[in-house]
């Protein structure tokens, strides 16, 4: 038996969680655990109320705006029929991908609306930073001129270097938020693996049809956990998969320690989506005195007319290859990432 099987089936990460105490790497573990829990449920309370507050200005727009908001919908069925067809190439399959995610995007930015089954579709994992940036070396000292001062040169070569140590700090802290992403990424796959060898469907293929029907829809929610990057979640889900005895022992408390330092950059992130969340939205159509509101609505009412239109008339297009050929084509040469 390989060290990691005995891991797996001795002892499960959030399994510590239902011991009043234990070592100090099982309690920075649930401590890394509980913040991402409230993080998460402040996200979610924030996002809830903001979508209400969003839908209850559309239902005053009224017909207008649940006509566009269908209008948008209609669009998911052509798009995915298009990259089950055949006749796209691989990178018109991602265009028609990011075009789905960006509908998305917008019928939940714009209206409100739970797009949740969509974008865990085909929504990408986040990406990783970029790599490190080498700073800019300081330029050769040159003797002053004749109408230059002494001073001035070297107030000019202290600029260069202050420049260069903030191009360092830049280049250090995009290295450690690498190292970060990447502990964050192999801690998530490690975990992904484990449950898909405890869930994968053909375990229950000789089960009963509910039984198989339970483990398909269980192996569809770690492949979105894992999709999205959420360690939480398939630590959480790993717990359940089992009911190992709890234990504290050299290898489980490295282990602890190895996902605490993973979870610690999706705390980092999702503290980042609260910030952003929590900022107001500028030139919100519900923003602005009473007579700026009327005024703008009325203006909103006749643009979502005419984009419900526009993306009635994109759906009939969209049924032809050729069509949507053409659609994705010019959506590149303008630059565009959505409808």
Same mark, same amino acid.
Do not use: C
């Given at each position: 038996?390989?060290?990691?099987?005995?891991?797996? =089936?001795?002892?499960?990460?959030?399994?510590? +969680?239902?011991?009043?105490?234990?070592?100090? $790497?099982?309690?920075?573990?649930?401590?890394?655990?509980?913040?991402?829990?409230?993080?998460?449920?402040?996200?979610?309370?924030?996002?809830?109320?903001?979508?209400?507050?969003?839908?209850?200005?559309?239902?005053?727009?009224?017909?207008?705006?649940?006509?566009?908001?269908?209008?948008?919908?209609?669009?998911?069925?052509?798009?995915?029929? +298009?990259?089950?067809?055949?006749?796209?190439?691989?990178?018109?399959?991602?265009?028609?991908?990011?075009?789905?995610?960006?509908?998305?995007?917008?019928?939940?930015?714009?209206?409100?609306?739970? &797009?949740?089954?969509?974008? $865990?579709?085909?929504?990408?994992?986040?990406?990783?930073?970029?790599?490190?940036?080498? !700073?800019? !070396?300081?330029?050769?000292?040159? !003797?002053?001129?004749?109408?230059?001062? !002494?001073? &001035?040169?070297?107030?000019?070569?202290?600029?260069?270097?202050?420049?260069?140590?903030?191009?360092?700090?830049?280049?250090?802290?995009?290295?450690?938020?690498?190292?970060?992403?990447?502990?964050?990424?192999?801690?998530?796959?490690?975990?992904?693996?484990?449950?898909? =060898?405890?869930?994968?469907?053909?375990?229950?293929?000789?089960?009963?049809?509910?039984?198989?029907?339970?483990?398909?829809?269980?192996?569809? =929610?770690?492949?979105?956990?894992?999709?999205?990057?959420?360690?939480?979640?398939?630590?959480?889900?790993? +717990?359940?998969?089992?009911?190992?005895?709890?234990?504290?022992?050299?290898?489980?408390? $490295?282990?602890?320690?190895?996902?605490?330092?993973?979870?610690?950059?999706?705390?980092?992130?999702?503290?980042?989506?609260?910030?952003?969340?929590?900022?107001?939205?500028?030139?919100?159509?519900?923003?602005?005195?009473?007579?700026?509101?009327?005024?703008?609505?009325?203006?909103?009412?006749?643009?979502?007319?005419?984009?419900?239109?526009?993306?009635?008339?994109?759906?009939?297009?969209?049924?032809?290859?050729?069509?949507? =050929?053409?659609?994705?084509?010019?959506?590149?040469?303008?630059?565009?990432?959505?409808?």
């Amino acid at each position: 038996m390989t060290d990691s099987t005995f891991l797996q =089936r001795q002892w499960l990460p959030d399994r510590v +969680a239902t011991a009043a105490v234990g070592s100090p $790497a099982q309690q920075a573990f649930r401590a890394a655990m509980a913040a991402i829990e409230a993080l998460r449920a402040q996200l979610s309370t924030l996002r809830a109320a903001q979508a209400a507050m969003r839908q209850t200005y559309w239902r005053q727009v009224g017909p207008v705006a649940a006509a566009a908001v269908a209008a948008r919908r209609a669009l998911y069925a052509p798009l995915e029929t +298009a990259l089950t067809d055949g006749h796209l190439s691989r990178a018109e399959m991602v265009q028609v991908t990011e075009l789905l995610v960006h509908n998305a995007h917008s019928l939940e930015r714009r209206f409100g609306e739970d &797009e949740g089954e969509i974008l $865990a579709r085909y929504a990408p994992t986040p990406p990783m930073p970029d790599d490190e940036v080498a !700073p800019t !070396p300081l330029p050769p000292a040159e !003797p002053p001129t004749a109408h230059e001062l !002494p001073h &001035e040169r070297a107030a000019e070569v202290a600029r260069a270097r202050r420049q260069q140590r903030k191009q360092q700090q830049r280049a250090t802290q995009a290295q450690a938020a690498e190292t970060e992403g990447q502990s964050l990424l192999q801690n998530t796959k490690t975990a992904y693996r484990q449950l898909a =060898r405890l869930h994968h469907p053909d375990r229950a293929a000789q089960a009963d049809a509910a039984t198989q029907q339970a483990q398909t829809a269980l192996m569809q =929610r770690i492949t979105a956990a894992y999709a999205a990057g959420d360690l939480a979640a398939l630590l959480a889900l790993l +717990a359940t998969s089992e009911a190992p005895t709890p234990s504290s022992s050299p290898e489980a408390d $490295a282990l602890l320690r190895r996902y605490t330092a993973a979870l610690a950059q999706q705390q980092a992130q999702l503290t980042q989506e609260l910030a952003a969340a929590q900022r107001p939205v500028e030139d919100a159509p519900w923003s602005g005195t009473e007579k700026q509101q009327r005024t703008r609505l009325r203006q909103i009412k006749r643009d979502l007319r005419a984009e419900t239109d526009y993306l009635e008339y994109l759906a009939r297009q969209l049924q032809e290859p050729a069509s949507l =050929r053409q659609l994705l084509r010019e959506l590149t040469v303008n630059e565009l990432a959505g409808f």
